[in-house]
């Protein structure tokens, strides 16, 4: 008599599953858990108020102008400082991309430029330009501008050779194939330092607020520790968690903009 | 190793031309020569007669298609016009006209990594007949393609030579294939790639699938397999992809 044996579903541990209800139990058991420790009295307000409270605070702020102040200044300077140093960046990375003679030129400056603090230079920063805005929208563009530069000159580098050589049997030229094969070629490569250079500039916004600058988030944090206000201290730090959260969904909107040929549909 | 040695070769006009020859026999390095891809360490491509205006000398479907995956279809079939510098109505009006006679009309919308691998040879061949060269190159165009499709897009292929009667290079290694869509088959040598022999096809036009049991067909295939068959097995041995 044969044996029948069935045959095992072997992937079964490979399955990886969306989960939705515990993406958002995950967040508000953090909350009422942070509820739970300050509400009871357990952590003191100095040095953790509760989450209501410091809703309540920020509603306060808001209504009274101090918030729209700092953050309009904040943002003023991390979309200056961001968006020059982006297309600084794509332009250096485009150019040192095509023309060996701009490699040649620009790769060792970049190699030994890059490693460089960024913060560190805003003290030079402020001698050459002055303590006003140019300091820290400078600070912010050049800690973009090196994350895109790198991006852009590896996207280029990694473009589809093929793709190259049927252009230029159509005829394109110098100008065309910058254009119409290595920048968006080098897209995907581009957004990828976007994001990096958001995080990046959210940084330097705020350590160069805290050193100086007295207005911006950065600033408004630091005031508040040194005024024992730590309610309003979290106000500002919830904000910049807001801050980063929008910055990473308008890029990953601006992506799908950008490239409608990579959405698989 | 050069490439090609010693490779004297004449293309008519309205003339559908192949290729033929083992791996690694230079035959595509000859296509890239004749679209100036590659320049020659001696000797060199001549184009008989005045260049006309807004036409270009030669066009090239590429084996892997090399479309470009961020432009539609339209757009893909304009990239030629766009670079001969033609006004945007004017580009639009023969892009639509090429993507009519290649079979793509309901598809211009789309990406490249939407469609099949014989629609995107499709466009590919739109785009280059799109800038109404003087020659069209093929190289290897269908051979990516899996069998049933090629056979398919060589007839299509064949259809729009007939309404277009374009001069046309075609470089593949398929002996069938050669005889089938071409006047005249020139075969070459494996490296350094050498015209063995130009076999005129005695078979009448329009050609049809019935016709791939004819005597004269089969006779063609048979002389050519025999001329290669031994430059092939050489190139085997050598480990030639």
Avoid at chain 1, 59 to 79: A, D, Q, W
Avoid at chain 1, 205 to 218: C, F, K, P, Q, R
Avoid at chain 2, 133 to 159: C, G, I, K, N, Y
Wanted: some cysteine; proline content about 5%; charged content about 15%.
């Amino acid at each position: 008599m044969s044996t029948r044996l069935p045959v095992p579903d072997r992937t079964r541990a490979l399955e990886r599953r969306g989960h939705p209800v515990v993406r958002v139990a995950s967040l508000v058991t953090l909350v009422l858990l942070w509820e739970l420790v300050t509400g009871t009295g357990w952590v003191q307000p100095l040095f953790l108020p509760s989450p209501l409270d410091v809703l309540g605070t920020g509603f306060e702020m808001l209504r009274s102008g101090e918030l729209v102040g700092h953050v309009i200044t904040s943002l003023r300077r991390i979309v200056l400082g961001f968006g020059l140093g982006a297309l600084l960046g794509v332009a250096v990375g485009l150019a040192v991309g095509f023309w060996s003679l701009a490699e040649a030129v620009g790769n060792p400056l970049i190699a030994a430029t890059f490693p460089i603090p960024k913060i560190a230079l805003l003290p030079l920063l402020i001698l050459w330009v002055g303590i006003g805005e140019a300091s820290k929208v400078a600070v912010i563009m050049l800690g973009v501008f090196f994350p895109m530069a790198i991006n852009t000159f590896a996207g280029v580098r990694t473009a589809d050779p093929l793709l190259i050589r049927a252009a230029v049997s159509f005829g394109a030229g110098r100008w065309s194939l910058i254009r119409k094969v290595l920048l968006p070629s080098a897209l995907p490569m581009i957004f990828a330092g976007l994001r990096l250079g958001a995080g990046t500039a959210l940084l330097l916004l705020v350590a160069a607020e805290m050193i100086a600058a007295n207005s911006g988030i950065g600033a408004l944090v630091l005031n508040a520790q040194n005024l024992m206000e730590t309610t309003k201290l979290m106000v500002g730090i919830v904000l910049l968690s807001l801050l980063g959260i929008c910055s990473h969904w308008l890029l990953a909107r601006l992506e799908r903009l950008a490239l409608p040929w990579r959405s698989h549909s | 190793m050069p490439a090609l040695h010693d490779v004297s070769l004449t293309v008519e006009s309205e003339e559908f031309l192949a290729l033929l020859g083992p791996s690694g026999c230079g035959k595509s390095t000859l296509l890239n020569l004749v679209a100036g891809l590659t320049a020659p360490s001696a000797g060199g491509v001549h184009l008989e007669g005045e260049p006309a205006r807004g036409r270009s000398a030669t066009a090239m479907v590429f084996q892997e298609f090399a479309l470009f995956p961020w432009r539609t279809v339209q757009a893909n079939v304009e990239f030629g016009l766009e670079e001969a510098g033609l006004g945007a109505s004017e580009r639009a009006r023969r892009a639509r006209a090429h993507i009519q006679l290649t079979g793509l009309a309901g598809f211009e919308s789309k990406y490249p990594h939407q469609l099949s691998g014989g629609m995107r040879q499709r466009v590919g061949i739109a785009r280059a007949l799109a800038v109404d060269p003087a020659v069209l190159l093929m190289d290897e165009p269908f051979s990516a393609l899996d069998a049933q499709t090629r056979q398919l897009m060589q007839e299509e292929l064949l259809a729009i030579w007939e309404r277009t009667r374009k001069t046309i290079v075609y470089v593949t290694h398929n002996i069938h294939e050669a005889v089938f869509m071409a006047d005249r088959v020139v075969v070459l040598s494996r490296r350094p790639g050498r015209v063995l022999t130009m076999i005129p096809v005695a078979l009448g036009r329009p050609r049809t699938e019935a016709m791939l049991g004819e005597p004269a067909f089969l006779a063609a295939v048979d002389r050519i397999w025999s001329l290669i068959r031994s430059q092939a097995q050489a190139a085997l041995r050598e480990g030639e992809a």
